[in-house]
């Protein structure tokens, strides 16, 4: 059965099979068809695809669910079809399933699909294409700006995760999450949930759930705990999925994930690191976080311009508007590509190899560079930034990172900001 309406100038099909109780959604916005429905909805969907009138189908990931009409479309309708590069190679083939989930959404044939890049176009519209991992590696999400409209796929469906898939990562999930409330959204269209008007609240609500639940694993991880004695201290109910699916869905796979994620974040330092960083300038200043902790060069404040770590699968550029939206609630454009720097360094006698991207950035509203100090968030670490003079980085005893920077600024052309 299939419910038809719209919100916000989206046609929303909203798909429920009452054997199993189960809801999917469909998405068509100007010309643009967002998922394609399960395969067990085919007779009803058929009929409002050849009713309806668009160019191209975006795929939000490559689950049977949101798949399992692509094939009929590419046959019958000769659609061009979207997926993230990562979803190319699995969806040249048939889906191999297990029978619960053929039993729930049917099945999801072999289909060509093309890759999405940074950005797509529908009719009259530009969307924002990002990389959401955590629910599947070739998880998208797609953002129109102008609107705030924001479609999320799997990544929401409800404030708090309960069970998890085996191959699904709740730390990834996070950041994905985090990656989202960066941007400046209103009305968010969940494939599972439907349209949340209070999205950004919704959104916020399940990342707080999730960073909790992390650290409550990890602490009595670090306590000695078992997975299995953690699993059933933070989830003693039991859940009839996880019988259903003989175990592919079930709450130890949330503890598995986070504990997994923590031994790799404490390895590290076994493997290069990208970082993105970004040349904020005002005058002869530059805007650096400074820190107050033990570094390669010893102990004692030290100056690094905003930016971070590179999550896979995203483009440095966002990764640098990302990491200035969560820091500084700020928004920056990309002025242009300055530099790359290799350093590798001795850190409480493990060595770290770091390669940063430089950019050149500006502040999108100039009422920032009048601000003299910015508190700076990461998680719930606290520090300032604020505009420091090439002549006092330049000083024998500033510490500027990462190594090398200090000659590319004194390189770097006029300022381009003499607010």
Known sequence: ?????????????????????????????????????AEKLQPELIDFFTNQSFDQVVLTHHHEDHTGNAAWLQQHQHKPIFIHSMGIAITK????????????????????ALPLNDQICSRSLSW??????????????????????????????????????????????AASLRKLLALPFQTVFCSHAGVLENGRSLLEQKLLYLETLQQTIIEL?????????????????????????????????????????????????????????????????????????HHSAGNGPFYRPLGGTIELGEPST????????????????????????????????????????????????????????FDVVEGSNKTKATWISLQELSLAETILYPVGL??????????????
């Open 406 to 419: 200090l000659a590319i600024l004194k390189k770097m052309m006029d300022p381009v900001n003499t607010n």
């Open 1 to 37: 059965m299939i419910k038809v309406y719209e919100k916000e100038q989206v046609l929303c099909v909203e798909g429920f099979l009452e054997a199993t109780r189960s809801k999917v959604f469909v998405y068509l916005v100007d010309g643009m068809l967002i998922d394609t429905g």
């Open 128 to 173: 924002q294409v990002i990389h959401t991992p955590g629910h599947a590696d070739d998880h998208i999400s797609l953002f129109h700006a102008p609107s705030g409209r924001l479609f999320t796929g799997d990544l929401f469906i409800s404030p708090k995760t309960r069970v998890m898939m085996t191959s699904e990562s709740l730390p990834l999930i």
């Open 221 to 293: 991880y670090e306590k000695g705990l078992q997975l299995s004695d953690i699993n059933e201290q933070l989830f003693s109910k039991s859940y009839p999925i996880t019988q259903f699916s003989s175990g592919e869905w079930d709450t130890v796979h949330i503890v598995t994930s986070v504990i997994n994620d923590w031994h790799d974040k404490k390895s590290r330092h076994l493997r290069p690191r990208a970082t993105t960083l970004g040349i904020l300038r005002k005058g002869q200043s530059i805007l650096v976080e400074q820190q107050f902790a």
């Open 93 to 112: 083939k048939d889906g191999e399933y297990p029978d619960y989930r053929k039993i729930t959404w049917g099945n999801r044939f072999a289909f060509d």
């Open 318 to 373: 966002m990764t640098l508007q990302r990491e200035f939206k969560e820091e500084i609630n700020a928004s920056i454009e990309i002025i242009r590509y300055v530099d790359v720097l290799e350093n590798i360094y001795t850190l409480k006698e493990q060595v770290f190899h770091e390669i940063s991207l430089i950019y050149e950035v500006e502040f999108t509203d100039s009422s920032f560079y009048n601000q003299r100090v």
